[in-house]
């Protein structure tokens, strides 16, 4: 049987391990880009599956001052677009990176939730 100096040392290790993995991991999704849209298309908004915005992209024919309204309501839904997009590619990871780790499925890591 392991000494508790022992235990302590492998328990310690075992979160500076799931530590070090979490720390790539957001990485990783920071590196990772969606895109919402609105208007079919009309509006584009690149994003990192973090939801950090990476650029916005509005088509020509919406550049008319009439239409300033519309506009603005394209682009509100399509930065809402890529925020779900980026929320659903991120879930996708950690629970990639979780069975990886063989936690059980639906496992809270500290931090991340």
Known sequence: MKSMEEMMAAAQQAAETIQKQMNEMQ?????????GTAGRGLVKVRASAKGRILGVAIDDSLMNADDKQILEDLVAAAFNDARDRADRVSEQEM????SQMGLPPGFNLPGLG
């Open 27 to 35: 990485v990783k999704l920071d590196s990772i880009e969606v895109e």
């Open 95 to 98: 629970k990639a990176m979780q």
